[in-house]
């Protein structure tokens, strides 16, 4: 009897129970489903501040409470601009490929000691490209003093074999090639491969006067330009004759102010080579001043084609913490740091050289197939985000973002070195009214026809959201940044 009274009161408790787990699906389901009255306000936001004639993909999750906030074709296949740098440091940090990059000088031959304790090289120095986007000619300066040395004997050599010679992207237009946010992507690169041209006026009827930063003999002066009075009308033009490939700037029109123009130059690798021995002559490295190209073989290297040095030995070794090129990379969005970037991990990972654009972006796609997107609904041809080619939907991106959410390893490095909201970086002037500036960290991007962000954001209610909005085929940028600032400012306001 007892027992029997026992299982009349343990019965109710048990079937509370059972409710209560079989509810679990239920509930867990009512939670993928967003609230009406938000879709019905974005909804309206859209339709109100969408550039006409465009098209546009959302998708924003709620990482705390794991539901979806908000979703409008997002399985849209859209072109993600500077967004893809979102992909490539994730493909890094998963692969935990947050190394300094390092940039080293091997010799091959003796050293001898002159009187004043510096060394002379009696034979050849090997200059090995290890894709640092950050060296300055300041740097080299600095490099050259820590090399110790007073006279090289023999040869220079560059190394580039850490990549193939194709510079240019899959998918980047031709004609960007004369503007500085494109670059030559090369192993072995300095002051990001650019000049700064500075014009200003002289005297009524006399050419302008012109300063190119950093000051080298790897490029030309053509001073066109005649001086006019303040009230005259300007005509002047900063160029580079970039379709014949040439490093001749030209200063053409008339000048009636100052003006400065940033300005790539063809071939990194070169550039980089006749500033660097132009340092040793400048610091008193004795030094014939010429160089040429050749790689480094050595026993440790795989896929060597020819054992040019094999006694050669590594002097010196310069190095730039992986946090130093990712803050830049994304906060002021540098396409020549993601490039390098995505070769620099490509080349460690994968354990080879002359690596094609093809080779460099294979991390890429296997974190996208590890985290199960679906063939043919992505294309990834670069690292930066500026090939018109690559492809990928904002659920995809979202899912990027999530992962990298659960994993601290990535996401401690990843969400401070975003740009944030009226901060600092792409987003510093953007939602930066009162009791919204801080809470966005995310990625820009801009392409002639595409505008996008994607990113984190954290809510009224204290949890934290991964969103992507991509904006495609419009005219006007202003547009559709204010649509994707007006979407996120109700989602922080309004999401309980």
């Given at each position: ?442 990625k820009t991007g801009s392409l002639s026809v595409a505008s996008t962000l994607a990113g984190y954001i954290r809510m009224r209610n204290g949890r934290m959201a991964a969103f992507c909005i991509m904006n495609q085929n419009y005219i006007g940028a202003s547009k559709a940044r204010a649509m ?13």
């Amino acid at each position: 009897m007892k027992h029997h009274h026992c299982l009349q009161r343990i019965f109710p408790l048990l079937l509370v129970l059972l409710l209560a787990v079989w509810n679990l699906p239920l509930q867990a389901k009512k939670k993928q489903k967003p609230e009406k009255e938000t879709v019905l306000a974005i909804d309206a936001i859209v339709h109100e501040k969408m550039p006409r004639g465009s098209r546009v993909g959302i998708y924003v999750y709620d990482l705390d409470n794991n539901s979806i906030i908000y979703e409008q074709e997002p399985n849209i296949m859209c072109q993600p601009a500077s967004c893809q740098k979102l992909l490539t440091t994730i493909s890094t940090l998963d692969l935990e490929q947050d190394k300094p990059f390092k940039t080293q000088f091997w010799i091959n031959g003796r050293l001898l000691q002159d009187s004043n304790h510096r060394n002379i090289l009696q034979g050849d120095m090997y200059i090995v490209g290890g894709f640092d986007p950050t060296l300055s000619v300041s740097n080299l300066d600095n490099i050259i003093r820590e090399l110790r040395l007073s006279k090289i004997t023999g040869t220079v050599y560059a190394d580039v074999s850490a990549m193939d010679s194709v510079y240019f992207g899959p998918g980047w237009w031709w004609d960007d090639a004369q503007f500085a946010f494109q670059p030559y992507v090369s192993p072995l690169i300095v002051n990001q491969g650019k000049v700064t041209a500075y014009v200003s006026p002289t005297f009524s009827g006399s050419p302008a006067k012109v300063r190119i930063e950093p000051g080298s003999s790897y490029y030309k002066i053509e001073n066109n330009s005649v001086t006019v009075p303040a009230d005259s009308a300007s005509t002047a033009r900063i160029s580079r004759k970039w379709m014949q490939n040439m490093n001749t700037i030209v200063i053409d029109g008339n000048v009636n102010s100052r003006s400065m123009k940033e300005m790539n130059l063809f071939s990194s690798q070169d550039m980089f080579m006749q500033i660097f021995m132009e340092r040793l002559k400048s610091n008193g490295v004795e030094c014939s001043g010429k160089y040429q190209f050749a790689e480094l073989a050595t026993d440790t290297v795989p896929g060597s084609l020819e054992i040019i040095s094999p006694q050669a030995e590594l002097y010196y070794q310069y190095t730039t913490p992986f946090d130093s090129i990712l803050y830049p990379m994304l906060k002021d969005s540098r396409n020549l740091y993601a490039e390098c970037m995505l070769f620099n991990t490509a080349a460690n990972t994968l354990n080879r050289k002359h690596l094609s654009w093809g080779q460099a972006v294979i991390p890429e796609k296997e974190l996208a197939r590890g985290l199960d997107f679906e063939e043919g609904t992505y294309a990834i041809k670069d690292g930066s985000g500026l090939s018109n080619v690559n492809f990928i939907s904002p659920r995809q991106l979202v899912g990027l973002l999530q992962y990298a959410y659960n994993k601290p390893k990535i996401f401690d490095h990843l969400y401070p070195a975003l740009p944030v909201n009226g901060t600092d970086g792409t987003l510093k002037n953007r939602m930066s009214g009162a009791g919204y500036t801080g809470r966005v960290h995310a990625k820009t991007g801009s392409l002639s026809v595409a505008s996008t962000l994607a990113g984190y954001i954290r809510m009224r209610n204290g949890r934290m959201a991964a969103f992507c909005i991509m904006n495609q085929n419009y005219i006007g940028a202003s547009k559709a940044r204010a649509m994707q600032d007006a979407v996120l400012c109700y989602i922080i306001d309004n999401v309980r």
